[in-house]
């Protein structure tokens, strides 16, 4: 009796030392998370100001400000948008609406090669777009090649995300729309798309809000990293905010440190909204498809 | 008639968009080997493979694989150290022992830790946590080196196991666990008896998936672990991975045709190749536990 009961006491105590584990390990991770922002804000927060914004880079770190860098990432965010948005929604569109009726074996090979494209390392991206983009089709270093090679990057992302939302549409609302004479098209149109949009828009905006972070890609198309004007066109040469933060990193003084940590201060809450807006979008449709 | 040839069109229309998605796979599996075939017109492929220096932009140069190979691995085994065991036992935590309010706090938390942009993570390794590790470590650690890098990769990392552990484990079915619970086994022993073997090939696939991440991370290794490629097991030295090289060369000019550019390409396709068929091994485990529990 005695020896039965000292095991379970055992027992008893690995569990409580278990979970302690366990709530170390999160607790460790969210340490991280607050040292991460933290280190980032105290470093950063005393270049924090509108100069540093609306400034252009220069050689005196204390000069130094991210308007290029900044307006080349939001037009290229913009390209990439309106590049990979439409096409990613109708490649769902035909997965969704048209190959699941056919099913055929070629779809389903579609399927298996976007699960692998959106896990390749986004450098392999931006070897593609430096081959395709800036030699082949010489477009060289310019806004476009940029976003044509992010749009590439964030469209298996949309797809399946927008798969995702379309699939959520009961099927009842499609046949109801088919009996009362409508075709496939004027279906999709007027019945799956309003009600799939806001789930489309969510996933749309997680996929952006992990491109605006992209760096590897686009130093590997050649992007450059000193811009000191604003980008004027298409084909004009750009920079974005990460490729700065990290031109800001990789020089020795501690003031350019300084200098990457504003700028990083700059970059999180922009994507942290983006991250918000989704969720919130999120949130409100699911309440409205209950 | 006209209604039917319209909708057609429509049809062949976002058609062509799911096409596109082909193009880009072709796309970078021709770009990859056109420019690998004529790199290896140059440079011997046991060359390649057997060499101990990996010096391209040197004038003697040497073109072995070998040293940013095992940069990558020494990289990603550090990162691995910490992603996975923290990852196996945080989902374990939230799949089988968290209440529901903690959950709530916790998951939206890691997504945001998923969300930081590696550039960012790059600068938290260098400038943070090097410096505090050469503070805590009584060996000399290098300013540029794996381990920090490493470490604050497996931190990246760590969310993704997570999640998809955690989705493989709330997939077992209740009935296995009671089961366990009938027999007289405590919660302990059911989560390491009962659920982890039976969610065994998705969190599997979780971690070969965080493995072919780690390999194709970029920017906190081009950020904090250096540019020397060297053959190493060492994690407190400089060294270069295969992602870092890439970057290395991009950030100079090197102009198109030469073999430095090629190069670049080369490295990616090793790059490519091994992160492949880690995803489709990881896809196809995923799918085989969707399927025994449906």
Redo the contacts between chains.
């Keep these: 009796m005695k020896v039965r009961r000292a095991a379970s006491w055992i027992?008893?105590w690995?569990?409580l030392i278990?979970?302690a584990?366990?709530?170390l390990?999160?607790m460790?991770?969210?340490i991280?998370?607050v040292?991460?922002l933290a280190?980032?804000y105290a470093?950063g927060f005393s270049r924090l100001s509108w100069d540093f914004v609306t400034g252009f880079p220069s050689r005196f770190p204390h000069r130094a400000g991210i308007l290029p860098a900044l307006l080349g990432t939001i037009y290229i965010m913009l390209l990439t948008v309106l590049l990979a948005f439409?096409?990613?929604?109708?490649?769902a569109?035909?997965?969704e609406?048209?190959?699941s009726v056919e099913h055929t074996r070629f779809?389903q090979l579609?399927e298996?090669?976007?699960?692998?494209?959106a896990?390749?390392?986004?450098?392999?991206?931006?070897?593609?777009g430096?081959?395709?983009f800036v030699?082949m089709l010489s477009l060289g270093q310019s806004l476009l090649a940029g976003a044509l090679t992010l749009a590439?990057l964030v469209?298996?992302v949309i797809?399946i995300a927008s798969r995702e939302a379309l699939r959520a549409v009961p099927a009842s609302l499609r046949e109801a729309s088919f009996a009362l004479g409508a075709?496939?098209?004027q279906t999709i149109r007027r019945q799956v798309l309003p009600l799939a949009f806001p789930g489309i828009l969510t996933g749309t905006i997680l996929a952006l809000?992990?491109a605006?972070?992209?760096?590897?890609p686009l130093?590997?198309?050649?992007a450059l990293?000193y811009v000191a004007f604003i980008p004027e066109g298409l084909f004009s040469p750009f920079t974005v905010l990460?490729i700065q933060?990290?031109n800001w990193?990789?020089r020795p003084q501690a003031e350019f440190?300084a200098n990457?940590?504003a700028a990083?201060g700059v970059?999180?809450p922009l994507?942290?909204l983006m991250?918000g807006g989704a969720?919130w979008l999120r949130n409100r449709f699911q309440k409205r498809l209950r | 008639m006209r209604a039917h040839t319209r909708e057609k069109w429509i049809q062949t229309a976002f058609f062509a968009c799911a096409v596109l998605s082909i193009f880009t796979t072709v796309g970078i599996v021709a770009v990859l080997i056109f420019e690998t075939v004529t790199f290896f017109s140059e440079v011997s492929l046991v060359d390649f493979l057997t060499d101990r220096e990996w010096t391209p932009l040197f004038a003697d140069k040497h073109f072995g694989i070998l040293p940013l190979l095992s940069g990558t691995l020494l990289v990603t085994l550090i990162s691995m150290l910490v992603a996975l065991p923290c990852g196996l036992l945080t989902s374990l935590y939230l799949s089988e022992y968290a209440p529901e309010a903690v959950r709530k706090i916790i998951k939206p938390l890691l997504e945001v830790l998923a969300g930081i942009p590696t550039v960012v993570y790059g600068y938290f390794a260098l400038l943070f946590v090097t410096p505090l590790l050469q503070n805590i470590i009584p060996i000399h650690l290098a300013g540029f080196n794996s381990l920090s890098p490493g470490i604050v990769m497996g931190m990246m990392i760590l969310p993704l196991v997570t999640s998809l552990s955690e989705d493989a484990m709330r997939a077992v079915p209740m009935s296995l666990r009671e089961a366990g619970f009938a027999l007289g086994s405590n919660r302990l022993q059911v989560s390491f008896k009962v659920v982890i073997p039976a969610a065994f090939s998705g969190i599997s696939a979780s971690f070969i998936l965080a493995v072919s991440r780690a390999i194709g991370e970029t920017m906190i290794v081009a950020i904090a672990a250096g540019q020397q490629p060297r053959l190493t097991m060492n994690p407190l030295v400089p060294v270069e991975t295969m992602t870092a090289y890439i970057v290395q060369v991009s950030l100079g000019d090197t102009p198109a045709g030469t073999l430095e550019y090629k190069t670049i390409f080369v490295v990616g396709m090793a790059l490519f190749v091994s992160t492949l068929v880690l995803n489709v091994l990881s896809h196809r485990l995923r799918k085989r536990f969707r399927e025994v529990y449906r």
């Design positions: 027992q008893i690995k569990e278990f979970q584990v366990c709530l390990i999160l460790a991770s969210l991280a998370l040292a991460l280190d980032v470093d439409p096409v990613g929604v109708g490649a569109i035909y997965f609406e048209y190959a779809s579609v298996i090669n976007i699960a692998n494209l896990a390749v390392p986004s450098i392999i991206y931006g070897l593609l430096l081959a395709i030699r590439l469209l298996p797809i075709t496939r098209w809000s992990r605006i972070g992209e760096t590897a130093i590997t198309i050649g990293t990460p933060i990290f990193i990789s440190h990457a940590a990083i970059l999180l994507l942290f991250n969720i």
